[in-house]
T-cell receptor
Framework: DVKVTQSSRYLVKRTGEKVFLECVQD?????MFWYRQDPGLGLRLIYF???????EKGDIPEGYSVSREKKERFSLILESASTNQTSMYLCASSNRISRGKASYEQYFGPGTRLTVT | GDSVTQMEGPVTLSEEAFLTINCTYT??????LFWYVQYPGEGLQLLLKATKADDKGSNKGFEATYRKETTSFHLEKGSVQVSDSAVYFCALTQRENFNKFYFGSGTKLNVKP
Protein backbone atom coordinates (compact mmCIF):
# COMPACT_ATOMS: atom_id res chain seq x y z
CA ASP A 1 0.00 0.00 0.00
CA VAL A 2 1.06 3.53 -0.72
CA LYS A 3 2.01 5.35 2.39
CA VAL A 4 2.29 9.08 2.84
CA THR A 5 3.44 10.18 6.26
CA GLN A 6 3.56 13.62 7.81
CA SER A 7 5.93 14.52 10.60
CA SER A 8 3.34 15.69 13.11
CA ARG A 9 -0.41 15.27 13.63
CA TYR A 10 -0.69 18.34 15.84
CA LEU A 11 1.60 21.35 16.10
CA VAL A 12 1.37 24.57 18.10
CA LYS A 13 3.68 27.45 17.18
CA ARG A 14 4.00 31.10 18.07
CA THR A 15 3.54 34.03 15.71
CA GLY A 16 6.77 34.81 13.88
CA GLU A 17 8.31 31.36 14.28
CA LYS A 18 9.69 29.49 11.27
CA VAL A 19 7.76 26.26 10.88
CA PHE A 20 8.72 23.13 8.96
CA LEU A 21 6.16 20.52 7.93
CA GLU A 22 7.63 17.33 6.53
CA CYS A 23 6.05 14.81 4.19
CA VAL A 24 7.47 11.48 3.04
CA GLN A 25 6.04 9.02 0.52
CA ASP A 26 7.25 5.49 -0.14
CA UNK A 27 5.93 4.80 -3.64
CA UNK A 28 8.51 6.57 -5.80
CA UNK A 29 5.91 9.09 -6.97
CA UNK A 30 7.08 11.98 -9.12
CA UNK A 31 4.44 14.47 -7.99
CA MET A 32 3.96 15.83 -4.49
CA PHE A 33 1.52 18.43 -3.24
CA TRP A 34 0.78 20.58 -0.20
CA TYR A 35 -2.78 21.72 0.55
CA ARG A 36 -4.43 23.53 3.36
CA GLN A 37 -7.95 22.64 4.38
CA ASP A 38 -10.26 25.14 6.04
CA PRO A 39 -13.97 24.84 6.88
CA GLY A 40 -16.15 25.95 4.00
CA LEU A 41 -13.17 26.40 1.66
CA GLY A 42 -12.31 22.81 0.91
CA LEU A 43 -8.75 22.04 -0.15
CA ARG A 44 -6.56 24.79 -1.55
CA LEU A 45 -3.27 24.03 -3.25
CA ILE A 46 -0.27 25.80 -1.78
CA TYR A 47 2.64 24.35 -3.80
CA PHE A 48 3.39 21.27 -5.78
CA UNK A 49 6.45 19.58 -7.18
CA UNK A 50 6.71 17.33 -10.23
CA UNK A 51 10.35 16.38 -9.79
CA UNK A 52 13.27 16.72 -7.42
CA UNK A 53 14.24 20.37 -6.94
CA UNK A 54 11.28 21.46 -9.05
CA UNK A 55 8.39 23.42 -7.58
CA GLU A 56 5.35 25.26 -8.80
CA LYS A 57 3.11 27.72 -7.02
CA GLY A 58 -0.42 26.68 -6.36
CA ASP A 59 -3.36 28.92 -5.65
CA ILE A 60 -2.26 30.32 -2.28
CA PRO A 61 1.58 30.33 -2.06
CA GLU A 62 1.96 33.60 -0.16
CA GLY A 63 3.70 33.14 3.17
CA TYR A 64 4.92 29.64 2.28
CA SER A 65 7.91 28.05 0.61
CA VAL A 66 8.81 24.45 -0.17
CA SER A 67 11.81 22.24 -0.59
CA ARG A 68 12.25 18.97 -2.44
CA GLU A 69 15.83 17.72 -2.24
CA LYS A 70 14.93 14.04 -2.47
CA LYS A 71 12.20 12.37 -4.47
CA GLU A 72 10.44 10.92 -1.44
CA ARG A 73 10.41 14.04 0.72
CA PHE A 74 8.56 17.35 0.30
CA SER A 75 8.79 20.02 2.97
CA LEU A 76 6.50 22.98 3.53
CA ILE A 77 8.02 25.99 5.26
CA LEU A 78 6.20 28.82 6.92
CA GLU A 79 8.84 31.54 6.94
CA SER A 80 7.18 33.59 9.68
CA ALA A 81 4.06 31.95 11.03
CA SER A 82 0.95 34.08 11.41
CA THR A 83 -2.39 33.37 13.05
CA ASN A 84 -4.15 33.20 9.67
CA GLN A 85 -2.01 30.17 8.84
CA THR A 86 -3.77 28.16 11.54
CA SER A 87 -5.20 25.31 9.51
CA MET A 88 -5.10 21.63 8.60
CA TYR A 89 -2.22 20.90 6.20
CA LEU A 90 -2.44 17.89 3.92
CA CYS A 91 0.35 16.40 1.85
CA ALA A 92 -0.32 14.20 -1.18
CA SER A 93 1.65 12.35 -3.84
CA SER A 94 0.89 10.79 -7.21
CA ASN A 95 2.38 9.25 -10.29
CA ARG A 96 2.86 11.52 -13.24
CA ILE A 97 0.19 10.87 -15.84
CA SER A 98 1.78 8.89 -18.64
CA ARG A 99 1.27 5.75 -20.66
CA GLY A 100 1.97 2.63 -18.73
CA LYS A 101 1.19 4.08 -15.36
CA ALA A 102 -1.54 2.09 -13.72
CA SER A 103 -2.96 4.92 -11.71
CA TYR A 104 -2.33 8.54 -10.94
CA GLU A 105 -4.76 9.40 -8.22
CA GLN A 106 -3.41 11.39 -5.33
CA TYR A 107 -2.59 9.63 -2.07
CA PHE A 108 -2.91 11.69 1.07
CA GLY A 109 -1.19 11.75 4.40
CA PRO A 110 -3.16 12.00 7.67
CA GLY A 111 -2.71 15.76 7.93
CA THR A 112 -1.04 18.15 10.36
CA ARG A 113 -3.29 20.42 12.38
CA LEU A 114 -1.25 23.58 12.94
CA THR A 115 -2.24 26.21 15.46
CA VAL A 116 -0.41 29.53 15.48
CA THR A 117 -0.89 31.57 18.63
CA GLY B 1 -9.80 27.47 -15.63
CA ASP B 2 -10.73 24.05 -14.37
CA SER B 3 -13.08 23.87 -11.41
CA VAL B 4 -15.45 21.60 -9.51
CA THR B 5 -18.74 22.52 -7.87
CA GLN B 6 -20.50 20.22 -5.47
CA MET B 7 -23.62 20.53 -3.39
CA GLU B 8 -23.28 22.17 -0.04
CA GLY B 9 -23.91 20.20 3.08
CA PRO B 10 -24.44 18.99 5.52
CA VAL B 11 -26.61 16.20 4.21
CA THR B 12 -28.44 14.29 6.93
CA LEU B 13 -30.00 10.91 6.15
CA SER B 14 -31.42 7.99 8.04
CA GLU B 15 -29.71 4.64 7.77
CA GLU B 16 -30.66 2.72 4.59
CA ALA B 17 -31.74 5.89 2.77
CA PHE B 18 -30.66 6.64 -0.81
CA LEU B 19 -27.78 9.07 -1.21
CA THR B 20 -27.01 11.49 -4.02
CA ILE B 21 -24.29 14.12 -3.82
CA ASN B 22 -24.18 16.32 -6.90
CA CYS B 23 -20.92 17.28 -8.59
CA THR B 24 -20.43 19.30 -11.77
CA TYR B 25 -17.19 20.37 -13.35
CA THR B 26 -15.70 22.89 -15.74
CA UNK B 27 -12.70 21.81 -17.78
CA UNK B 28 -11.23 22.68 -21.15
CA UNK B 29 -9.99 19.22 -22.03
CA UNK B 30 -10.83 15.65 -21.07
CA UNK B 31 -10.37 15.37 -17.34
CA UNK B 32 -10.35 12.35 -15.11
CA LEU B 33 -12.86 12.54 -12.26
CA PHE B 34 -12.63 11.31 -8.68
CA TRP B 35 -14.53 11.05 -5.44
CA TYR B 36 -12.54 11.14 -2.23
CA VAL B 37 -13.80 10.54 1.31
CA GLN B 38 -12.45 11.99 4.55
CA TYR B 39 -13.36 10.36 7.84
CA PRO B 40 -13.01 12.43 11.02
CA GLY B 41 -9.40 13.13 11.95
CA GLU B 42 -7.98 11.50 8.82
CA GLY B 43 -6.62 12.45 5.42
CA LEU B 44 -8.49 11.92 2.17
CA GLN B 45 -8.94 8.45 0.72
CA LEU B 46 -9.82 7.65 -2.87
CA LEU B 47 -13.36 6.29 -3.09
CA LEU B 48 -13.78 5.85 -6.85
CA LYS B 49 -12.69 7.29 -10.17
CA ALA B 50 -13.57 7.49 -13.87
CA THR B 51 -11.13 8.41 -16.59
CA LYS B 52 -13.34 8.93 -19.65
CA ALA B 53 -16.88 9.77 -20.65
CA ASP B 54 -19.56 7.21 -19.76
CA ASP B 55 -17.21 5.34 -17.40
CA LYS B 56 -18.79 4.30 -14.13
CA GLY B 57 -16.65 4.20 -11.02
CA SER B 58 -17.79 2.07 -8.11
CA ASN B 59 -16.55 1.03 -4.69
CA LYS B 60 -18.10 0.00 -1.35
CA GLY B 61 -21.62 0.37 -2.78
CA PHE B 62 -20.95 3.90 -4.07
CA GLU B 63 -21.24 4.69 -7.77
CA ALA B 64 -20.68 7.67 -10.05
CA THR B 65 -20.96 7.98 -13.84
CA TYR B 66 -18.87 10.38 -15.91
CA ARG B 67 -21.41 12.37 -17.94
CA LYS B 68 -19.67 14.61 -20.44
CA GLU B 69 -22.90 16.02 -21.89
CA THR B 70 -23.94 17.39 -18.51
CA THR B 71 -20.38 17.80 -17.15
CA SER B 72 -21.40 15.89 -14.05
CA PHE B 73 -20.13 13.11 -11.80
CA HIS B 74 -22.81 12.62 -9.16
CA LEU B 75 -22.12 10.24 -6.27
CA GLU B 76 -24.85 7.72 -5.37
CA LYS B 77 -25.39 4.94 -2.89
CA GLY B 78 -28.53 2.87 -2.59
CA SER B 79 -28.50 2.32 1.16
CA VAL B 80 -26.25 4.36 3.44
CA GLN B 81 -24.88 3.19 6.76
CA VAL B 82 -23.86 5.11 9.87
CA SER B 83 -20.25 4.26 9.00
CA ASP B 84 -20.60 6.30 5.77
CA SER B 85 -20.72 9.51 7.79
CA ALA B 86 -17.81 11.55 6.45
CA VAL B 87 -16.94 14.44 4.17
CA TYR B 88 -16.99 13.68 0.44
CA PHE B 89 -14.92 15.57 -2.12
CA CYS B 90 -15.33 15.58 -5.88
CA ALA B 91 -12.15 16.28 -7.87
CA LEU B 92 -10.71 16.41 -11.37
CA THR B 93 -7.26 16.30 -12.92
CA GLN B 94 -5.77 16.64 -16.37
CA ARG B 95 -2.44 15.57 -17.82
CA GLU B 96 -1.87 19.07 -19.22
CA ASN B 97 -1.89 20.57 -15.73
CA PHE B 98 0.92 18.44 -14.27
CA ASN B 99 -1.70 16.30 -12.65
CA LYS B 100 -2.88 19.14 -10.45
CA PHE B 101 -6.12 18.23 -8.75
CA TYR B 102 -9.06 20.59 -8.47
CA PHE B 103 -11.31 19.78 -5.52
CA GLY B 104 -14.84 20.76 -4.70
CA SER B 105 -15.52 22.31 -1.32
CA GLY B 106 -16.69 19.03 0.20
CA THR B 107 -20.07 17.74 1.34
CA LYS B 108 -20.51 16.50 4.88
CA LEU B 109 -22.76 13.47 5.22
CA ASN B 110 -24.37 12.57 8.53
CA VAL B 111 -26.16 9.23 8.71
CA LYS B 112 -28.41 8.65 11.71
CA PRO B 113 -29.34 5.19 12.99
Amino acid sequence: DVKVTQSSRYLVKRTGEKVFLECVQDMDHENMFWYRQDPGLGLRLIYFSYDVKMKEKGDIPEGYSVSREKKERFSLILESASTNQTSMYLCASSNRISRGKASYEQYFGPGTRLTVT
Amino acid sequence: GDSVTQMEGPVTLSEEAFLTINCTYTATGYPSLFWYVQYPGEGLQLLLKATKADDKGSNKGFEATYRKETTSFHLEKGSVQVSDSAVYFCALTQRENFNKFYFGSGTKLNVKP
